[in-house]
């Protein structure tokens, strides 16, 4: 290191400032490295090119660039993506929630109306029972049966075609309501699916972009894939 | 175009016909001795500090790119496989480019060095360049303490 001289290495520095080799984390590094590295890193040049670069100036006139002015600049940012993403989760949690709730309604009325369907059926087949005994009572039966049909006809009090008639109607209605349940049931587990997804991978990865993601929160090998990225020219 | 011819490590003595359009000649070259651009004159230049390994490689540059303002360069592959060396022949390439004020050759080797700068943990980097920790380590851990902003969470 000691081959070249000061100028040397401030142009090095440059260099990899301007062409986007070298970012706040490698000057922080090199200013640890040696006094005189420490030295050089400090180049308010070097941290102009920077925050031209990751924070551009807003109207008014920005101070006079240097590491300290780079440094604020960067944990207010950091700050306010951090709130950012808190809002996003708690977004995607409340609508997980709101999901989840419509799920067990649609349960519940699934189960209601699969009773009703029930009770319909049972009445059916028994004033289909009924209504084939009156039959029988009326036309073939022997005397011997016909008490017994008699009885049975007697002791039904409705007319027996109409409420069969809208009995047959419930029914079906009851059947579609139910298919019609089952669908939105399946359309809303497959959304919950999704937004558990969602907060999955959320939670995982907080910051999408990999520009501030957080060095211990990555291993180093991820760290280096991502950022060769950056580096093919 | 030159002919470098090696008497011994440090001294090197190199006939060289003017190159248009690249660097101004060793800072050595006295008045008398200035090149006739156009004319192609043959002139002794001393370069004390340069290796002939080192020069023949500086040569090899400037040929490449003489016509770099008419037809363009060798383009970013030749460039980058020229500098595919290593450390120590990097570094002289970088003084001879500073000492014959090649700035092309000079640009293209800093920008290497800052390539290998990036991504480097801090034992990484002064492994690498041979940097010698001249911290205390007080003086050290006041250092990294400002730090934390860039590498933490």
Known sequence: MAILPDEIWQRILEIGAETSRLDYRDLCCVSIASHRLNRLSLDPTLWAILLARDFPPSDPPPPPPSKSLYKTKFERDKARKLTQWKRRVLNAESQLAMCKNKLIDLESMIVQES???????????????????????????PEIVRGRQKQM?????????????SL?????????????????YNKEKQRFGEYEE????????????????????RSKSRMKINRSKRHEN | MGFPREADDHAEKLRWRGVPGVGDGSKDVSNDQQPNRNSGAEVSISLPSIT??????????????VFDFKQG??????DREFVNVDQAIIFDLIRAADYLAIQGLLDLTCKKVAAQMANKSLEEIRKLFNIENDYTPEEEAAVRQEHPWAFFD
């Open chain 1, 115 to 141: 009773q009703k369907l029930k009770a319909v059926a049972e009445e059916i087949t028994n004033l289909e029972t009924t209504r084939s005994a009156s039959v029988a009572l009326n036309v073939w039966q």
């Open chain 1, 153 to 165: 006809v007697e002791q039904c009090t409705v007319s027996i075609e109409s409420r069969l008639a």
């Open chain 1, 168 to 184: 047959k109607m419930e029914f079906q209605v009851c059947k579609q309501q139910i298919a019609t349940y089952h669908k939105a």
């Open chain 1, 198 to 217: 969602a907060v999955r991978s959320l939670k995982y990865q907080p910051f999408p972009g990999d520009q501030s993601v957080p060095v211990k929160m």
């Open chain 2, 52 to 65: 002939g390994k080192i020069l023949a490689k500086v040569i090899e540059y400037c040929e490449k790119h």
């Open chain 2, 73 to 78: 360069g060798p383009g970013e592959d030749w």
